[in-house]
Every structure is written in C-alpha cells, then in structure tokens.
C-alpha cells in the first residue's frame, strides 16, 4: 500500500464527518476505509520449495467503482473487449452538459435526472443520425457519465464516443463527411438536446417524481430556458489509437485518483487541477478534510446505476452477432474471442513481474493455502504467522 492511499484510508475515508452522509454513502466511504487490508479478508500463499517457506499475505480490495485503488485491471479488460468492437471508420468524441442552475435538483434527484441526461444526449444522436443530410442510418455510440470538474466541484456531462457511419436495414452506411471535420452541426444537436430534456423534464414534474417545491421548479424552467446550453465537439479521433488512449482516460475515471494528491495533513489535503478556464492551466488546491469529503461524496453514484452505456448499432442486445455480420458485409475479419486475462497474466505484461514466483528464492512457486474472508464482526481471527510472516494474529476493523 503506498503512503497517499494509506493516508486517504485512515486519515480522511474513515473521517468522523462522513456520519452525516446517508447510509449509502456512508457504506462505500466504509469499504474504501477498509480496501487492502486484513478487514477486507485475505489469501495465504507459502513458497512451495521446503528450503524456502516463505509465505505472504495478499488482501483483498474492495473493488468499489468510487475506489481510488481499485478497478485498473477491470478497465484494461473492459477497454480490451471494447476495442475489438471498433469498425473502420472515423469516431467523434462530444460531450453534453447541462446548465450549472441545474445542479441543486440534480443532487436531490440524481437517478432520475441522471438518466433524463443519458436519454437526451442519445436521442440527439439518433435523430440526426437517421437524418438523410448527415447520414441516413442509425449510428453507434458509446455514452459514459462524469458528475465532477478537476477541482471535484458537481458538474454533470456525457462524454460520446461516436462512428461516422452506421447501419440501415442490416446494411453498413458509410460516412458523408470524408474530411471528419464534424459529425452533425452544433447548433442542431444543442436544440433537439435542450429541447428533449426540458420536454420529458416538465413530464418527470407532472408525475411527481422529482423532489421539488412547485415555484422553485417553474423558475428555474425559465432560467434554463433562455440560456444556451453547451454541446462541445471536439476534434475527431486520428485513429483507433486515439480512440483507445480515451477509453483508457475517461471510461473508468474517478472524481480524483491518488496521483493528483500532493500531500495529505492531520486538517488539509493538497492536490493538482486543471483550470480549464484559464487555457488548461496546472493549479494546486488545498481543502480541509471536511471539504474534499463534500465534495468527494457528491459523485457517489446512485446503487446500481450504469455510468457507462452503448447506443444504435452498439446496444448490448445480439451486439455480437450484429457487429460479426456487419464486419463480414465490410469484408474484414471476424471479432476476436472475448478472453479473461488473469490479473498474473497483465502484471507480467505490464510490469514484467511474475507475481507466482517467490520473491525470496527466486525458484519456488507461491500456492495458495488458504482463504480468509472477514467475519460479520469484522473480526478476523489468524493463525499464529510464521517467522517472516509480519501480519498480526489478530485484527479488528
């Protein structure tokens, strides 16, 4: 465990002032407080060589989708299979946000504005997609959910990884625009996405499943109403490399990962953002502990809420037949078998580590002796360690 993430686990994710969460996020701050430690359970390997003996304890990790620690072989996995699913032709990347004047009924109604968000932004693509003046099929696209800004202020926005072309009545459609420089016009797509969400966000209201007072909603209808809202394209991706290097960034993104902190006090935290209002420049923060825990747990999302979702041609129903038969009309090879790589398999790979071989002897192989898992009262009783065994025989959360 490095020194950062074992300060952020004792000395802010199991911080008094995270009690006046609710109890959901006062479960996910617990199992980050907890992750790679005896609390979370553990194996015990022994060197197989008698002369060696050697044995270590592994811990567990939480493996919260919030974790800053966990989930970085998942998303490799993740990025792989979704790679494979790239089809010769360009891909745009847009990003919808919405008003800052709706954050207040957004943090009291995340679910449901959240996903309002993920139907507006896909409803936009779909519609100018099978408009004949930009395509004339339906195109595919990747949608993925950020709630935070660097300096973790609330700032919701759908990051989209979308084709050029698409398909029609089974039939690949390729792209009009053969210079890429934009997908569909700006202006078009911030007026079907404003349009589409304030329309199904006045119909949420009449059914009442928003949390608001009637007044405060109808004035903020007409705040939000008279503004521009903000559908940024960027510059086309250069290739699949560059399409990889962003699932890479942003799919699995947390609100702050441990590399951006720069120091960690008994009252502060320190760390790096990027001010991108004033042209992308590195800036340092500095927050009390109750601050950064503010604003930490306003990206904690709703239990079981899909952050990452794929539209058209790239829905996950009878995707793979669809992608297969798609990729045979283009007369290109087949999908490559989706394959689990062990977590050993990718440490050696990336690390050039072989995480079975005993680090002491260099020879032996480290087996798996047993299984220990924490127990309702998150006490776990150990047997006494061997002499270069350092975990202590009894530990409490």
């Not at 349009?195 to 909603?217: A, P």
């Not at 007409?222 to 290097?245: E, L």
């Not at 829905?315 to 009309?329: G, H, V």
């Not at 090879?333 to 062990?342: I, L």
Request: glycine share 6%; proline share 5%; with cysteine.
């Amino acid at each position: 465990m490095s020194v950062t993430q074992g300060l952020l686990q004792e000395k802010l994710f199991a911080h008094p002032f995270i009690q006046s969460f609710n109890p959901y996020s006062r479960a996910v701050f617990d199992k980050l407080h907890r992750c790679h430690t005896a609390r979370t359970g553990m194996h015990r390997y022994r060197c197989d060589q008698k002369a060696c003996g050697f044995e270590h304890w592994q811990y567990h990790s939480c493996g919260n989708r919030h974790c800053p620690n966990c989930g970085a072989f998942k998303k490799e996995q993740w990025i792989e299979f979704k790679t494979s699913e790239l089809l010769p032709t360009a891909y745009y990347h847009l990003v919808f946000t919405l008003p800052h004047e709706l954050n207040g009924l957004i943090m009291g109604n995340r679910k449901a504005m959240f996903n309002l968000l993920f139907q507006a932004s896909a409803h936009t693509l779909l519609t100018l997609g099978k408009d004949e003046k930009y395509l004339g099929a339906e195109t595919g696209f990747t949608s993925i959910l950020h709630s935070w800004g660097q300096d973790l202020s609330f700032h919701p926005h759908i990051h989209c990884i979308v084709s050029a072309g698409g398909i029609k009545d089974g039939k690949w459609i390729k792209e009009k625009r053969t210079n890429n420089k934009f997908i569909f016009p700006q202006g078009s797509m911030q007026k079907i996405f404003k349009g589409y969400f304030m329309e199904h966000l006045r119909k949420l209201h009449r059914q009442k499943l928003l949390l608001v007072e009637e007044s405060v909603f109808q004035d903020l209808l007409t705040t939000i109403g008279y503004k521009k809202w903000n559908v940024y394209a960027k510059s086309p991706f250069g290739g699949p490399a560059q399409v990889v290097a962003y699932l890479g960034r942003y799919t699995h993104k947390i609100a702050i990962t441990r590399h951006r902190i720069l120091e960690i006090t008994d009252t502060h935290i320190q760390f790096r953002y990027k001010d991108y209002a004033d042209g992308n420049s590195v800036k340092e923060m500095t927050l009390t502990h109750q601050e950064f825990l503010r604003r930490f747990e306003q990206h904690i999302l709703p239990r079981r809420f899909v952050k990452i979702r794929s539209y058209g041609y790239q829905k996950n129903y009878d995707k793979t037949a669809r992608l297969q038969a798609l990729r045979k009309s283009m007369n290109i090879a087949p999908m490559p078998s989706k394959v689990m790589v062990p977590v050993r398999q990718r440490i050696l790979e990336k690390y050039g580590k072989d995480i079975s071989i005993c680090p002491t002897c260099n020879k032996g192989i480290m087996v798996l002796m047993e299984t220990i898992r924490p127990r309702r009262s998150h006490q776990i009783i150990l047997p006494l360690p061997a002499v270069n065994n350092k975990a202590d025989p009894v530990l409490k959360a």
